[in-house]
Each structure stands twice: as C-alpha cells, then as structure tokens.
C-alpha cells in the first residue's frame, strides 16, 4: 500500500469547512488502523488521504509529560521495546483501572527514549498485511499529529477534525502526569482550542470531564461502554454505570458537561443470543431529546467483529459485509461513527446519503 508524503507544518486558517452540517462524521479510530500500525503519523495520514473527517488518538504521557499517542500506557503489545535489551529492566507490573498489567509503560520512558522505539501492529492474527510495517514507523507525539492535522487541512483545502481521548486519567492525574493540562496546551499552541475548532475531546471517565468543561469551550464526548462502570465512579463507590449514564435521565446529567456520547455499537444496535441485530434501541432519539450527539463504536471490516446480520450467509466462514453494518448505523440515526476502515466509513455514507436523497 502505498502511503501518502509528509507534509509540513503549516497554520490553520481560511480553511473550508468539512461535512456538511448534519452529515454524519466519518472517525478514523487510531488512524487507518485496518490498513497499517495504529496511532501512527503513517496512519492517520492514510485515513485523511481516504476521506476521514475526523482522526482519533489515544492519548497517554511520558515519564516527562510529553502526551503521545498509543492505545495504552502498556507498549508492549505495540511497539519493538521487548527487542531493545537495554530496555529490559524496565518490564514491570501495575494496577492500571483495577487491573493487573505486566509489561512496559510510557510513563516510566522519558520522549526521547520512546522515540528510539518501533510501533507495530497490534491485532497480527487479525491483520498480518498490518504487520508487514512492524519495526517502520515512530510512537508520534500529540503535537506530531496535530502539525499533521493542520497541515493537510492546509494543503487539501478541507477541514481535517482531531478527536482525542485520554486514556486512564485518574491514572496518570495519581502519578503527577495529569492529560488534561498538556492537552490544552497543545491545542493552544496549534490554535485549535477556539470556538469552531474541528475538535471534540473525549473520556470513558466523568471526572476529567467535568473539569474540561470548565477549562473550554470545546464540545466534549462522553464514552459509554456497554458493561461496568467509570473508573473514576469505582473509586468513588459510586455505583452508577455506563448503563445508568444512557438512561433518560442519565443522558440529561450528561448533557450537563458534555455536548455528545460516543458509544459501544451494542448500545444503539443489540445484539439477540445469536448475535443478530434487530430494530435500534431508543437510545439516539432519547439521546437527541436530551441535546446529545451520537458517535459510535467501533466499525470494523473483519466478520468476527460484526453481528451476524451483516454476514452473506448464516455459515461461519462466510464474509462480513461492512457497508452494511455502516448503512445499519446511519439508518439508526448517528452522528457519526469510529471505523479501522476508512475507506469503507467514507464509501457507505456517500452511497447512503444518495439514496437519502434520491427518496
């Protein structure tokens, strides 16, 4: 595959806008994450080159406060650091959200010494095509990817949007390496922290959230899994979880500090017990009422990831059909959706808005 040129850095302005209003938002979840490595700068280039509105990273600090982008803190799943020997030391193990995690973490590894790292891909059993880039491409900072967002939005003429998430804030805000503050500063240093910036910001946590909304006017996305609870509510014996926060009730206290919610894919479209889906759950109207976007997640090309609704046929070895999961979503009511598949995200809302407007 052929990956775009590096562009330069450039400032953002007089720039086009991107959809149009109302259009759903097509995410690139970790950049082009179904074609190479993910949360690489090759990455999302890719996925801007294939249409993306929006790039996602996950955000994680260094052991000097410098915020990159990676999956999790762990990288030992993501990059080459169990190949350097000088880096063996380091292998550790921590409660990281209430779980047990043995391998190697950001924040014990100064910016300079990840960047002697190599990303790999995570899912190789999955995507082996991925992983013919292992060993290729650098962990890229926030502010890497943000003179990358600029620059392409300059050069293509077309709002790019960035859509970052803080990974395990109470976490990192424990250890001194809150991601709240330098994820601000870096949108002030790209000028991308004013109103009408293409930028949402992002959190499975209530908390840091909160705060945000009293720090920026930026809209602001709570995640909603489909099981368990916010880690910030775990240890604050608050039993309310992510189910309790898309109730209609919920959805109004959410509406509160944050303008949209970015939901596990379940939530909109259940699954039966043999893994097929029927009608959509009242939750995006319900959300709508409450003055809530809708995102949700994660559209993927492989079968095993879709309900068995959006396979050719009933038997196991045949193929998903990811436009149709797409289109499934879009009818549903979304306002956007997170894809690995760029292309596919990009092709399906185009042909669905064509039929929309042809009835």
């Known amino acids: 595959m052929e990956i775009p040129a590096r562009a330069g850095s450039t400032a953002l302005s007089d720039v086009p806008a991107g959809p149009a209003l109302g259009t759903p938002i097509v995410i690139a979840h970790r950049g082009a994450s179904g074609h190479l490595p993910e949360h690489t700068l090759e990455s999302y280039r890719l996925a801007i080159a294939l249409g993306a509105d929006y790039v996602e990273p996950d955000l994680v600090s260094t052991k000097d406060g410098v915020l990159v982008a990676r999956h999790e803190n762990e990288i030992g799943g993501t990059t080459d650091v169990s190949d350097h020997p000088e880096f063996a030391g380091r292998r550790t193990r921590k409660w990281v959200d209430g779980a047990l995690v043995t391998g190697w973490f950001t924040e014990d590894f100064t ?136 109730s209609p009730a919920g959805l109004f206290e959410v509406a509160a500090y944050a303008d949209a919610i970015g939901v596990h894919k379940d939530l909109v479209l259940p699954r039966d017990d043999a893994g097929r889906v029927n009608r959509p759950s009242p939750l995006v109207a319900q959300a709508h009422d409450a003055g809530l976007l809708v995102h949700a997640w994660t559209l993927r090309n492989e079968k095993q990831f879709m309900a068995t609704s959006f396979r050719t046929s009933p038997h196991p070895a045949a193929p998903g059909d990811p436009h149709a999961e797409v289109r499934a979503f879009l009818e549903a009511g979304v306002d956007g959706f997170f894809t690995d598949n760029t292309d596919t995200g990009v092709t399906a809302r185009a042909d669905w808005l064509r039929l929309d407007a042809v009835s």
């Open 111 to 246: 910016l300079a010494e990840l960047k002697t790292l190599r990303a790999k891909e995570r899912l190789p059993q999955v995507r082996p095509a991925n992983a013919a880039y292992d060993g290729r491409f650098e962990v890229p900072t926030f502010d890497e990817v943000l003179e990358l967002v600029v620059s392409e939005s300059r050069r293509l003429r077309r709002s790019i949007g960035v859509y970052p998430e803080t990974k395990h804030p109470t976490y990192f805000a424990s250890i001194g390496l809150s991601l709240e503050p330098p994820l601000l500063d870096a949108l002030a240093r790209h000028h991308l922290d004013r109103p009408g910036s293409t930028v949402f910001l992002q959190s499975f946590e209530v908390t840091n959230l909160r705060w945000l909304r009293t720090m920026t006017s930026l809209p602001l996305v709570q995640l909603v899994d489909a099981d368990g609870r916010p880690f910030d509510r775990v240890l604050a014996d608050d039993p309310r979880s992510y189910r309790d926060l898309v």
